[in-house]
C-alpha cells in the first residue's frame, strides 16, 4: 500500500515500466531499467537500484501467482512522499513498486482514430513513461466513445507522434517511416526491435517529422509496444488498411 | 494507504483541490467543490459526493491536530483502482481521500523567470486540477534552478497561462489582465475572488490571449492561489516591478 502524500500520487510526479513476463523470463528487461534510469536522469530522481526493482518484479509476478504464466510487469518508481506543494524534498527518497496482471490476450488489427487530445510538445514529460499519463487516458477515452481500439496522437505541432499507448509505424512508398522522438514520442522498448529487424532486411526505418497527410498515403500502418508486440492497424479514421507481407516479417521477427 | 493499482497513482487519472482551512472553517469550499464536480464531468468521472468530502477534509485537519490553525487541506479524487491498461473499469468507483498541512508562511514578492516546459494548449487537463502535474513540477524545478520562487508558464501556442501554482495577473497601461481560460488556464478560486474584486472596484478583469510582450509592457504582476492569497511579483526574467497600490487594494480585498 502507499501512503497518500506519495509524489507519483499527488503530481504524478515518477516513472513507469511495462514489462512482458513469459514464464518468469523478464522480457527485454535490461532494456526497460535503462530506459527507465534515462528517465530519471530527466526528472532529477535518483535512479532505480537495478536487484531492488527485478527483485520487486519477481515477487509481484509470485505474489500473482504468474510466475509460470504470461504476464505483464509493472514497475513502478515514484518521487517518494514529498509534503506539500511543487518543491521535492530534500533529499528525495524515491518509492518502488510491482504489480503483476495476466498479459492481455492477442489482438486483432487495430482500428484508429486521430484523438482530439494532442501530445505535448513542449515538455520532457512526452519523451517519458511517466505517472502523468492522463492525456493517453483521454485520447483512449476518445477512441473507445468513437467504437475505435485505439487513438492516433498528434501532438501541439500538428505532427503524428504515437499511440495513446503504442508507437506507431506506417509503410509509404514502400519505405517504413516512424515518428522522430522529437515529435514527443517514447523510445519504445519493441519500437527499437522494430528498427534493429528493419534493418537486419535491409528496409531500414526513416525517423520523421511528419503530418497526418503521411497515414493518408500509407499502405500499411501498425502499432508496436512490449505487451502486444506488433499490432497491425485495420483501419484509421475510417480509411481501412489491407495486410501487409513486409508487416507480417516483421511482426514475426519481432515476436518474444 | 492507497492500494497500488490505483488509478490516479498509476496514471494520474484523478483530480484535486487545495484547500484554505482557517480555525476548522473550510475557505470557499463550496466554489472547490463546484471546480472539482465540473473536472469530473469533463474526464467522465463520477463526482464526489459533498458530504463525503466534507467528512475527509474535516477529519484530515483533527488528525493532523489543525482543525484550530492555518491549514491547507488538500482533497484528492482517482478513478480508483483499474486493473490493468489505459481503459477505466465499467463500472468506475472512484476513490477520495484529504490530508491536511500547516498552511505556508506568507510569502515575499515572488521572483519569476519563464520556463522552457510549456502548458498543453491541446489537453482539458491544462484546465483542470489534475493528478497529472508533473509540467507543473518540472517548471517549477526549473525556476528554482535558476534561483527564482515560481516559473511562468507559455502554452504550447505561445500564449500565457499561468504560474507552476498558481493564476497570472499583470497591469498593463493602467488595465488589470489574466490569460483567458482558452490559453490552458485552471479556473482559479482565488482568480475569481480577485476578477469579483477588480469589478466592485471599478476595475474589471480583461481576460486576453496574450505573449510575453505583455509582461515586458506591465508595470506590475501578480499571482493568485487559494493558500498564498495574492502574492505581488518583484521580478521576472531579470525585469522588476515596483510596487502598486492598486495590488494593493486587491490583495486587501481578497485576503481571507
Redo the contacts between chains.
Keep these: ?13 515518477g516513472l ?1 515500466e511495462t514489462v512482458l513476463a513469459q514464464a518468469g523470463q523478464l522480457v527485454d528487461w535490461q532494456a526497460h531499467l535503462h530506459r527507465m534510469a534515462a528517465g530519471c536522469e530527466v ?2 530522481l535518483p535512479a532505480a537500484e537495478p536487484q531492488e526493482a527485478e527483485r520487486l518484479a519477481r515477487e509481484a509476478l509470485a505474489a500473482a501467482g504468474l510466475d509460470q504464466a504470461r504476464a ?1 510487469v ?1 514497475l ?1 518508481l ?1 518521487a517518494g512522499s514529498g ?6 524534498p530534500d533529499p528525495v527518497r524515491s518509492r518502488m ?1 510491482a ?1 503483476a ?1 495476466p498479459a ?1 490476450a492477442p489482438l486483432g488489427p487495430a482500428r484508429l482514430i486521430t484523438a ?10 512526452s519523451r517519458l513513461k ?9 485520447a ?2 476518445e477512441a ?1 466513445a468513437a467504437g475505435a481500439d485505439e487513438a492516433v496522437m498528434v501532438n ?2 500538428g505532427e503524428l507522434a504515437c499511440a ?2 503504442a508507437n506507431l509505424f506506417w509503410i509509404r512508398d514502400g519505405r517504413i517511416e516512424t515518428p522522430d522522438l522529437a515529435c514527443g514520442v517514447l523510445a519504445g522498448v519493441m519500437r527499437a526491435r522494430v528498427l534493429a529487424a528493419a534493418a537486419a532486411l535491409g528496409e531500414p526505418v526513416a525517423k520523421v517529422r511528419a503530418t497526418e497527410a503521411a497515414l493518408e498515403a500509407a499502405q500499411a500502418v501498425f502499432l508496436t509496444n512490449s505487451l502486444i508486440g506488433l499490432r497491425p492497424v485495420a483501419a484509421w479514421n475510417g480509411r481501412s488498411f489491407g495486410p501487409s507481407a513486409l508487416v507480417d516479417r516483421l511482426a514475426a521477427l519481432v515476436a518474444a
Design positions: 500500500m502507499i501512503p497518500p502524500d506519495d509524489r507519483g500520487l499527488t503530481l504524478g510526479d513507469f526528472l532529477g505483464a509493472r513502478t515514484t509534503g506539500r506543494g511543487l518543491d521535492r513498486f504489480i496482471a492481455p482530439k487530445v494532442r501530445r505535448n510538445a513542449d515538455s520532457p514529460a511517466a505517472l502523468a499519463y492522463l492525456d493517453n487516458v483521454l483512449r477515452q473507445r501541439t505541432r495513446a499507448a
